[in-house]
C-alpha cells in the first residue's frame, strides 16, 4: 500500500515537472527566447529620412532639417538644477521674448527644467526636443558639464504657413513615431516615410560588442519625394489676395484653387485662416482641415451653369430657346420662386438666363430636364461622389436619391439651393465644360521620386460628361454673363473670361439667414483655349453679400497675375 501511495506522488509529480516543462519550452519558449536574445544581442533601430515635398519649380514645400535633442547625463551634472535651468530656459525661450507673458512662461520653464534635472535614480533625461543648431551653439558656449546633444530631424517648411491645408504636417502617432496627418503629408505618409532599418549584432554582459562575431544589418529605405503640380509664385499670388479679400470685405474666410483643366492638375489651392504646420500643436483642430475638400456648402447660382450644360446637352433647349414662364414669380407646390432682385424678364433667351442668373428661368430648364435626367447629369459632373484628388481629408455629400426628387427639389437645385457640394467638387465639374466636355481627376502630385528613380503620375480622365457642342455652348453663355452679368463691373474687357457668380444663403437651424451669405464666383480663360479655371469663395463678407461686389473682384484680382504670368494678351 505504501509503494503505491509513493508510486502516486512519484507520478503527480512527474506530471507536474513535464506540465512546468510544456509551458516554458512550449507556450512561453518563444518569449524567453526573446529575453535571452536581448542579453546577448544588440538591438538599433533608425528611421529612415522622410522624403520632401517640391513645389513645380523644384523649390522645396516640405523637407526635412537638422535639429538637436538637449538631454542630460545626471551623475556628470556639477551645477544645481536650479541653476541649469535659469541659463538655458531664456536661450530656449528666446522666440518668445516679445510675448507679454513671457516673464510666466520664463518662471515655468525654469521650473519644468529644474524638476527633470532633480528626478531621483534617473541617469539619462531628454530636457528639449527638435531645438535649432543655434540654440545648440549659445547652449554649448556655457560649458554646462552635464549637458549634451543628439542630432534629430525635424518637418520643416520654408514657406512657413504657406500652403499648410495642402501640405497638412507631421506629429507623433501613439507609438512615438513620425507620421503625416492631413493634406499630402497624410495622403502620401507611407511613401514618405519610407522603411526604418535594423542593426543586430552580438554583445558581452557589460554591453560591449563582441568583435568577430557575426553581425546583421538592413539598411533603411529613404522615403519618397514627391513633386507636385503646385507652382509657387501662382500659389504665392492666391494666399496674398484671399487674405487682402477677407480684410477687405470682412469675411470669416476664404479659399481659392486654381486647377489646369486639361490635365486635372492643382496649380494652386489656399484657405484663410491657415495655420504654421511647424507649430501646429499652437493652433486649433479646426484649422487642421482643408475647407476645399472637406467643407461642403450650397453653391447657389454657380451651379446654375452645370445645369444649363446638363439641358443643352440633353437637347431640351437651344442657346436661344424662349422662357415662357419669366414674366413673374413661379408657385411651385405652395411655395413662389422669385429672381435674386425682385426683377423679371420676360421672353428670355436662355443666354439671357444664365446672363440675368435667373431662378424662375432655372426652374424652366430644369423642368424641361426633367428630375431622372437631372440626377444623371450631376452624378456624371462627380456631384455625389469623392473626385478622388490625392490628399487627405475629401468627403462628399450625398444628393437625394433617384426617384425621390419632387418638383420643389428639382426647381431649388436648378439655382443651386437644397443640394450641397464641396469646393473641389464644384470646380472640377466647371473644369470639365472648360476641357470640353471632359472631366478628370484633379491631382495634386506631377511625379514620384525614389532611389534615382522617378515616376510621372499620369492625368486621369474620368468620362466624357457633356458633347464638345454643349460644351461650347454653355461657354459661350458664361462669357457673356462675364460680360454683361451682374459682375461686368469687374470684367477685363478682351481677355474671353468665362465666368459665373454665386450668392448662396447660409442655411441655419432648418431656414435660410438672408443676412449670412457664400459669395463665390468661378471661372475660366481664355475662354476659347483656357490655361486656367480658378473658384473664389469668402463666407459671410460684410461688406457687401453679393458675390458680384466680393468674389468677383477678388477672382480678377488674382487673374490678373495669372494673365501676366501665363502671357496672355487681351483681344479684340
Known amino acids: ?18 506540465a512546468r516543462l510544456y509551458y516554458w519550452q512550449i507556450v512561453k519558449g518563444q518569449d524567453l527566447a526573446l529575453q535571452a536574445s536581448y542579453q546577448y544581442s544588440d538591438f538599433k533601430k533608425f528611421t529612415a529620412p522622410r522624403g520632401s515635398i517640391y513645389a513645380s519649380d523644384g523649390t522645396w514645400l516640405a523637407t526635412m532639417r537638422q535639429n538637436w535633442l538637449l538631454y542630460s547625463a545626471i551623475t556628470e551634472l556639477e551645477d544645481s538644477s536650479k541653476s541649469i535651468a535659469e541659463k538655458i530656459a531664456p536661450i530656449l525661450l528666446e522666440e518668445k521674448i516679445e510675448d507679454e507673458d513671457y516673464r ?57 504657413s504657406s500652403s499648410a491645408q495642402l501640405l497638412g504636417f507631421v506629429g507623433k502617432n501613439e507609438e512615438g513615431l513620425d507620421t503625416g496627418y492631413f493634406g499630402l503629408e497624410g495622403f502620401y505618409d507611407i511613401a514618405l516615410s519610407g522603411k526604418s532599418g535594423v542593426v543586430s549584432r552580438e554583445k558581452d554582459v557589460k554591453g560591449v560588442p563582441l568583435l568577430g562575431q557575426a553581425s ?79 467643407d461642403v456648402f450650397e453653391p447657389g447660382s454657380v451651379f446654375k451653369v452645370l445645369v444649363m450644360a446638363s439641358a443643352l446637352d440633353a437637347g431640351v433647349i437651344e442657346l436661344d430657346t424662349i422662357c415662357d414662364i419669366c414674366d413673374k414669380p413661379l408657385k411651385v407646390d405652395k411655395y413662389f420662386i422669385e ?24 426652374s424652366f430648364v430644369a423642368s424641361k430636364l426633367g428630375a431622372d435626367k437631372f440626377y444623371d447629369y450631376l452624378d456624371k459632373f462627380g456631384i455625389n461622389s469623392l473626385t478622388g484628388v490625392d490628399l487627405q481629408g475629401e468627403v462628399s455629400a450625398t444628393m437625394r436619391k433617384r426617384g425621390s426628387w419632387n418638383l420643389v427639389d428639382l426647381a431649388t437645385s436648378s439655382f443651386g439651393q437644397g443640394i450641397a457640394l464641396t469646393p473641389i467638387q464644384l470646380i472640377n465639374a466647371v473644369s470639365a465644360i472648360a476641357n470640353k466636355g471632359i472631366l478628370m481627376t484633379p491631382q495634386v502630385v506631377d511625379m514620384v521620386k525614389i532611389e534615382g528613380l522617378s515616376q510621372d503620375v499620369k492625368p486621369k480622365e474620368v468620362r466624357r460628361v457633356i458633347s464638345e457642342d454643349a460644351a461650347n455652348n454653355i461657354t459661350i453663355m458664361m462669357t457673356e454673363a ?88 487681351p483681344g479684340n
Not at 469687374?490 to 450668392?503: D, E, H, Q, S, W
Not at 463666407?539 to 487673374?559: H, I
Open 1 to 18: 500500500m505504501r509503494i503505491k501511495i509513493l508510486a502516486f506522488f512519484f507520478l503527480l509529480a512527474f506530471i507536474g515537472v513535464g
Open 104 to 160: 510666466q512662461l520664463l518662471l515655468e520653464k525654469i521650473d519644468d527644467i529644474t524638476s527633470l534635472l532633480g528626478k531621483e535614480g534617473a541617469s539619462w533625461i531628454p530636457i528639449e526636443h527638435k531645438i535649432s543648431t543655434e540654440e545648440k551653439e549659445k547652449i554649448e558656449k556655457l560649458n554646462i558639464a552635464g549637458l549634451g546633444f543628439e542630432p534629430e530631424e525635424t518637418r520643416y517648411y520654408p514657406e512657413s
Open 216 to 294: 546583421s544589418e538592413i539598411g533603411a529605405v529613404s522615403g519618397a519625394d514627391l513633386v507636385t503640380h503646385i507652382n509657387k509664385r501662382i500659389q504665392l499670388s492666391l494666399e496674398k489676395n484671399l487674405k487682402e479679400g477677407i480684410e477687405r470685405y470682412g469675411a470669416k474666410t476664404a479659399t481659392g484653387i486654381i486647377m489646369d483643366p486639361e490635365s486635372g492638375a492643382i496649380m494652386a489651392m489656399g484657405a484663410y485662416p491657415s495655420f504654421d504646420p511647424v507649430k501646429y500643436f499652437d493652433f486649433s483642430n479646426e484649422l487642421f482641415k482643408n475647407p476645399i475638400i472637406s
Open 339 to 362: 429672381t435674386w432682385n425682385n426683377k423679371y424678364h420676360p421672353n428670355s433667351t436662355m443666354t439671357e438666363v444664365i446672363v440675368n442668373s435667373d431662378n424662375v428661368g432655372m
Open 482 to 569: 462675364a460680360k454683361s452679368g451682374e459682375s461686368k463691373w469687374t470684367n477685363l474687357p478682351g481677355f474671353g473670361v468665362a465666368g459665373k457668380t454665386g450668392t448662396a444663403q447660409i442655411p441655419i437651424a432648418g431656414h435660410y439667414d438672408a443676412d449670412k451669405t457664400i459669395a463665390s464666383f468661378v471661372g475660366f480663360a481664355p475662354a476659347d483655349d483656357p490655361k486656367f479655371v480658378m473658384l473664389i469663395t469668402l463666407t459671410e463678407p460684410q461688406s457687401s453679400p453679393w458675390a458680384s461686389e466680393t468674389a468677383a473682384p477678388l477672382w480678377y484680382s488674382v487673374a490678373r497675375d495669372l494673365f501676366n504670368y501665363f502671357g496672355i494678351q
